[in-house]
């Protein structure tokens, strides 16, 4: 089945460091893939996503490119700021005929603390 | 507030008692999901509806759960003879059709 590998947290840096998260899937046929942000006390937030090889989704300083030849989705962000502190989820969503494409499927997630 | 809303964020029970969480989606959502997010793990698909209907239960969700929209509006989820192993994060997230999952904050379940 489809599955979703995220490096392994905490993760913790100090402000304006650059912050790489790894992600690898597993899927057959081309899945869409995403980040999801989890701040403190609050709900799942889709972060960015693309939806097809080489498509690189941003948002808010973060960026990840969609690569098909090493199945990865990693996530960077070239400064960070003590507000990224969140726990950050990759994801995908396989695609299937008919538009049914409503289950999402989550690496484990990596916290991500940021010191001043 | 016109986001996914859920009820209550958090319940303490012992175990062999039921419980039951709602979900207030965004209103012109037909899409309604359920998951559960246990510590150190990312969230796991339970079920989903599409307006009224609910068109696929995972394997997680054994008979002692029950979710229902009855009119394709809010959702409850249902836990009878709750276990220690049901104590999770219940998630639950509205969409359109084909389009983005806007999450609520969870119901946090601790059996004791």
């Known amino acids: 089945g489809d599955s979703v590998t995220q490096m392994e947290g905490p993760v913790t840096l100090s402000e304006e460091a650059f912050l790489t998260i790894n992600c690898t899937y597993t899927?057959?046929?081309?899945?869409?893939l995403f980040w999801y942000v989890q701040y403190p006390g609050e709900g799942l937030q889709l972060l960015l996503k693309a939806t097809k090889a080489d498509d690189k989704g941003s948002n808010k300083g973060f960026e990840a490119t969609y690569r098909k030849e090493t199945t990865s989705f990693h996530l960077e962000k070239g400064s960070v700021q003590v507000s990224d502190s969140a726990v950050y989820f990759c994801a995908l969503i396989q695609r299937k005929s008919g538009g049914s494409n409503y289950k999402l499927t989550f690496g484990k997630g990596t916290l991500l603390t940021v010191n001043p | 507030d016109t986001g996914v809303s859920q009820d209550p964020r958090h319940k303490i029970t012992k175990r062999g008692q039921n419980v039951t969480f709602r979900c207030d989606p965004i209103?012109?959502?037909?899409?309604l999901y359920w998951y559960r997010q246990t510590l150190g793990q990312g969230p796991e698909f339970l079920t989903y509806?599409?307006?009224?209907?609910?068109?696929?239960k995972s394997r997680l969700l054994s008979d002692r759960f029950s979710a229902e929209r009855p009119k394709g509006s809010f959702s409850t989820l249902e836990i009878q003879r709750t276990e220690q192993g049901d104590s999770a994060m219940y998630l639950c997230?509205?969409?359109?059709?084909?389009?983005?999952?806007?999450f609520g904050e969870g119901s946090r379940l601790t059996v004791l």
């Open positions: 899927a057959t046929g081309y899945p869409s």
């Open positions: 997230a509205s969409s359109l059709a084909t389009g983005e999952l806007f």
């Open positions: 209103s012109e959502h037909n899409r």
């Open positions: 509806f599409q307006n009224e209907a609910q068109l696929e």
